[in-house]
């Protein structure tokens, strides 16, 4: 009776056992994750989305907008360089093409070019070969800011977009907040430019008119 007794007692302590693992994975635990995940640091452009964290310490994080998680398998540092680049491209873009049709000239000016839009230019000027020159310079200088690229992403601690250029000495004797004001404002400009470029070059092909193509 008393083997028996204590049999029953050992089973009774296994089986609690048992149990109390089992109960650290239950529903209890399952609530706390939950809690955390509603409680995670939300985009603040995308508010339904969570914060992209590899974006802090970036100018302009403080918006966390990366919809499709880029920055998730991509180097922010690699985003960035893109970014700018393609920015600086956009705001001089945009001036220029709409400089030419506005009937801004250089002189002298070829007579090849007379009478071309923004839009018929770039057949043109692939006929008479100007293209391939341009082709040829924009090659090389991106063969020369690849290198700075590379060594940035190996770590030499080189700020994305950064070429020391400044020739109007915008950023100089300007405290760190200031520099940090002004990048602000040429990503802001730049991402408008971006999409202003992008915006008024199909509607000049839509409309085949001058500036302001409607």
């Known amino acids: 009776g008393s083997q028996s007794f204590a049999d029953n007692t050992m089973k009774s302590v296994i089986l609690s056992s048992i149990l109390a693992s089992a109960a650290a994975f239950a529903p209890g635990s399952q609530v706390g994750r939950s809690s955390t995940a509603i409680c995670a640091e ?3 452009a995308l508010p339904f989305l969570p914060y992209p964290e590899n974006l802090k310490g970036y100018i302009g994080d403080e918006a ?6 880029f920055s998730d398998f991509v180097p922010v540092d690699f985003l ?6 393609h920015a600086r491209i956009c705001m001089l873009g945009y001036v220029g093409f709409v400089a030419v049709d506005m ?8 007579e090849a070019y007379e009478g071309l839009t ?3 230019a770039h057949d043109a000027l692939v006929e008479q070969g100007a293209m391939g020159q341009i082709f040829l310079w924009i090659s090389l200088a991106e063969t020369l800011s690849t290198v700075a ?36 404002k040429e990503l802001t400009n730049g991402r408008l430019a971006m999409l202003a470029f992008s915006g008024i070059l199909t509607q000049a092909v839509l ?4 500036f302001p193509y409607v």
């Open 80 to 85: 960035r360089e893109a970014e700018l680049k």
């Open 42 to 44: 939300k985009s603040r």
């Open 103 to 110: 009937g801004f000239k250089i002189y002298p000016f070829p």
């Open 149 to 184: 690229v590379i060594q940035m992403l190996q770590g030499s601690g080189r700020q994305p977009g950064d070429f020391g250029f400044d020739p109007l000495g915008f950023l100089q004797d300007k405290s760190e907040e200031e520099i940090k004001e002004m990048q602000m």
């Open 207 to 210: 409309t085949q008119g001058p």
């Open 118 to 120: 923004s839009v018929t």
């Open 64 to 69: 966390g907008f990366d919809p499709l998680r």
